[in-house]
């Protein structure tokens, strides 16, 4: 049997230091409740409570925008076994927004009660208090998405497109009043580059207003984070210019006619396989038959395939040199028909065409004689059957050069089953 000797129990040191201290906390407690039984505490991060659901606010369509998630501190005192434990669920902290009516900021009284009836302590400071809370209308709105690659820059012999973004528009969605403000959505990019192909890279988006400043992305939400932007490389090439023609008499050498072009040559941007395979553009076509002395026409220059006109020379004039010409009126009375069908006679009504203004070098049209001019009625593309028909007259003149005939002419073809 093993036999406890206090004498040397109690002469170790760290027992009676042990023994010391746990007299002296119980001295403590009684005396802190017997002597002093309150104490006072700080209660911080009590959450404030917004009752918007049901409110006038809600009626009208107002949510909270910012300040929705706010707490308050208050001051405790009472007994002290009692304060020593209390936490912020201890406490209802409700703000009062009866006085909201409409979209802005608001100062909100703010009253912090118990959780539950208990005369052991009470709130002493902080039981009212103010917070500052925006409310406003929240919308949704679609806006067009523009592109923007300040840093990106085309190599030599290449031009840089505007760039786009892939997805044309986004929604934002936020606070009525500062979705009034917006007025641009651009995709952008900061990164830097010289490129000599279309490229597409990651993207952020940036709102602009009516004064093209930034604005804060604080309360708007797109309905995407992630953007990407495109920016188009097109390769600049010089094409020269072709001019058309059209109601040529059959046989007419269009090469020996003598004009000029306001612009022979213009300078193009398009993709390059595509551009590459591009040698001239056709603008047009001239009427012969309202081509006279001293005509000029003015035609718009096409953007075939996409391109991009580098230099804005949207319109080309026409000018024929005419100056040696003249011209003279004739009747002609040799009609042919073509292309007439099968099973059907055809019959010219009209034996003449008078008045018919012929146009040429003024030593040709002196000589020329009304057996030298032809005009052929093509019936290719009427439908015939029993009736008659007015159809356009082609006039030439055969083996003149450039001698045309000016205006629009017609005859009358009669036709019966054979």
Known sequence: MIRLDLNKFFDNDRVLKF???????????????????????????????IPLQKSAAEKIGLDIIDGGEQTVNILVRGKRYKVGVLKPKDFVATASIGKVTSAGEYTLDVTVNKAKDDDDYEIVSGSSTTIKVRFDH?????????GEA???????GYILDTPYSPKEE??????????????????????EATIDESMTTDGELA???????????KYLHADTEKFQLTIPVLKRKTIPLKLEFTNAPEGFPVD??????????????????????????????????????GSSFKFDVPLTNGFLNVENVDKVLVTFDTKKFSSKLFTVTNLQI???????????GTKSVYNVKIVGPKATIE??????????IDMSDIKVSTGQYTVPVKLSVPKKGTVWAVGEYSAIVSAKPK
């Open 138 to 146: 929240v919308v949704s709105q679609k806006f067009a998405l523009e």
């Open 367 to 376: 000589s020329l004689t009304v057996k030298d001019i032809v005009g052929k």
């Open 256 to 293: 020996e006619l003598q004009y000029k072009l306001s612009n022979t040559s213009v300078e193009f941007a398009g993709i390059g396989d595509v551009i590459d395979n591009v040698s001239e553009v056709n603008i047009g076509p001239v009427n012969f038959r309202k081509l006279d002395i």
């Open 19 to 49: 023994i010391s201290l746990i007299i002296a906390i119980i001295c403590w407690i009684i005396i802190s409740i017997t002597v002093n039984p309150n104490q006072s505490i700080t209660v911080s991060e009590i959450p404030v409570r």
């Open 150 to 156: 300040v840093h990106i820059k085309a190599k030599s």
């Open 207 to 217: 709102l602009y207003d009516k004064d093209n400043k930034k604005l804060d992305l």
């Open 170 to 191: 986004v929604t934002i969605k936020g606070p009525q009043t500062d979705i009034d403000m917006i007025t641009r959505a651009v995709v952008f990019t900061d990164k």
């Open 338 to 348: 073509q292309n007439a069908p099968a099973n059907y006679a055809l019959t010219i």
